[in-house]
T-cell receptor, first 113, second 115 residues
C-alpha cells in the first residue's frame, strides 16, 4: 500500500540552528512529493514540491528538500531556523499529477531561544 | 497565487442537525477537489474525491450517506455532514486541484464542533 512516513513526531531546534525533517515514502513508482506547513487551526501552506528533474528543490521561507530515490526519501532542510518556523510540517505524496495526496503523520517543530 | 476559500471557518451545531461546508476556488477552475479530515494532533485523512458533475469517490470507511459531497460547478464543492454527532467533531479541510497545472491549493479549514 502507498504510504508516507515521517519518523519524527516532535523536534526541538534552537533558533539559528539547522533543521532536517525526515520523510520516507512507499510507492510503486516515484510519486509526486510535497512539503506543507500548518500553523494551529489553519490550513496548509505549500513549502515546496518535487515532480522530476533536479533532486534538490528550493522552496519558500528558505526551505529546501532533497529527493533520494535510493533511500525513498524526501527530507526537508533549513540552514537557520527562526522562531516563526515553529509549526506542524507535513510530507505528502501523490501517485501522479492531480491524484489525491497521502499525508504523513506530521512533525511538530518547536524552536527554542 | 491560487486561492481557495473555505466557509465557515468554525461552526458549532447541535447533535442531529446537518452542517454544510463550502470550498470555493476563487481564481481558477477545479474539476477535482478533495476533502480531508484532521483529528487533533494528527494527520490529514482523505475522505473523498469530488469531481464536478459526477458522484464523489469515497475512501474506505467513510459513510457516503453521512458526508454528502456535491460538486455542482468548476469552482465550488460542498460537504454536508448530515445528522451530526459529537464523534463527527473534527477539522475538515478541502483541497482544490487547479485544472491548469494540477497544483493543489488548500482551504483554511473548518472546525466543526457537535454538542
Amino acid at each position: 500500500a502507498q504510504s508516507v512516513t515521517q519518523p519524527d513526531i516532535h523536534i526541538t531546534v534552537s533558533e539559528g540552528a539547522s533543521l532536517e525533517l525526515r520523510c520516507n515514502y512507499s510507492y510503486g513508482a516515484t510519486p509526486y512529493l510535497f512539503w506543507y506547513v500548518q500553523s494551529p487551526g489553519q490550513g496548509l501552506q505549500l513549502l515546496l514540491k518535487y515532480f522530476s528533474g533536479d533532486t534538490l528543490v528550493q522552496g519558500i521561507k528558505g526551505f529546501e528538500a532533497e529527493f533520494k530515490r535510493s533511500q525513498s526519501s524526501f527530507n526537508l532542510r533549513k540552514p537557520s531556523v527562526h522562531w516563526s518556523d515553529a509549526a506542524e510540517y507535513f510530507c505528502a505524496a501523490g501517485a501522479s499529477a492531480g491524484t489525491a495526496l497521502i499525508f504523513g503523520k506530521g512533525t511538530t517543530l518547536s524552536v527554542s531561544s | 497565487g491560487a486561492v481557495v476559500s473555505q466557509h465557515p471557518s468554525w461552526v458549532i451545531c447541535k447533535s442531529g442537525t446537518s452542517v454544510k461546508i463550502e470550498c470555493r476556488s476563487l481564481d481558477f477552475q477545479a474539476t477535482t477537489m478533495f476533502w480531508y479530515r484532521q483529528f487533533p494532533k494528527q494527520s490529514l485523512m482523505l475522505m473523498a474525491t469530488s469531481n464536478e458533475g459526477s458522484k464523489a469517490t469515497y475512501e474506505q470507511g467513510v459513510e457516503k450517506d453521512k458526508f454528502l459531497i456535491n460538486h455542482a460547478s468548476l469552482t465550488l464543492s460542498t460537504l454536508t455532514v448530515t445528522s451530526a454527532h459529537p464523534e463527527d467533531s473534527s477539522f475538515y479541510i478541502c483541497s482544490a486541484r487547479d485544472d491548469r497545472d494540477y497544483g493543489y491549493t488548500f482551504g483554511s479549514g473548518t472546525r466543526l464542533t457537535v454538542v
